[in-house]
């Protein structure tokens, strides 16, 4: 007679193995936001803190289609959100972390976060801005 999984050892065996299939491109992602970070001085301890390591990741899944999110959530030191990395099953990505400091070469504006967006074979980066008053 073989011994029967629990529910929650079934969750993180599927997360564990959702974590290690998307693995290179959570990598590629951090990446694309760290070097949107490194722009800003104050923010490397920040930069720092986005790998994989050091981040909380769980499944989501849409009530719609059924279709799983992975999500990497990290906190900073104080416990609020920093930043966040979403790869859906249908290969959109989302990922969003934190700045909120002045632009580093346009003092009309203040940064409030860097953003990574696309497929994975089509990545975009941006800034959120808003406007310095």
Same mark, same amino acid.
């Given at each position: 007679?073989?011994?029967? %999984?629990?529910? /929650?050892? %079934? &969750?993180? %065996?599927?997360?564990?193995?959702?974590?290690?299939?998307? &693995?290179?491109?959570?990598?590629?992602?951090?990446?694309?936001?760290?070097v949107e970070l490194r722009k800003f001085p104050k923010?490397?301890?920040?930069?720092?803190?986005l790998c994989p390591e050091k981040a909380a990741f769980?499944?989501? =899944?849409d009530p719609f289609d059924s279709s799983e999110t992975?999500?990497? /959530?990290?906190?900073?030191?104080?416990?609020? &959100?920093?930043?966040?990395?979403?790869?859906?099953?249908?290969?959109?990505?989302?990922?969003?972390?934190?700045?909120?400091?002045?632009?580093?070469?346009?003092? &009309?504006?203040? =940064?409030?976060? =860097?953003? =990574?967006?696309?497929? !994975?074979?089509?990545? !975009? /980066?941006?800034?959120?801005?808003?406007?310095?008053?």
């Amino acid at each position: 007679m073989t011994a029967m %999984s629990s529910p /929650t050892e %079934s &969750k993180k %065996s599927q997360l564990n193995l959702r974590i290690n299939q998307d &693995k290179h491109l959570l990598q590629q992602v951090i990446r694309l936001l760290q070097v949107e970070l490194r722009k800003f001085p104050k923010m490397s301890a920040a930069s720092a803190l986005l790998c994989p390591e050091k981040a909380a990741f769980h499944l989501e =899944v849409d009530p719609f289609d059924s279709s799983e999110t992975l999500t990497a /959530t990290w906190k900073n030191v104080s416990g609020g &959100k920093l930043g966040e990395v979403r790869i859906h099953e249908t290969g959109n990505i989302y990922a969003e972390t934190d700045v909120l400091l002045h632009h580093p070469e346009n003092a &009309k504006w203040f =940064v409030e976060s =860097v953003l =990574v967006w696309g497929r !994975k074979e089509r990545l !975009k /980066t941006d800034l959120r801005l808003i406007e310095a008053i």
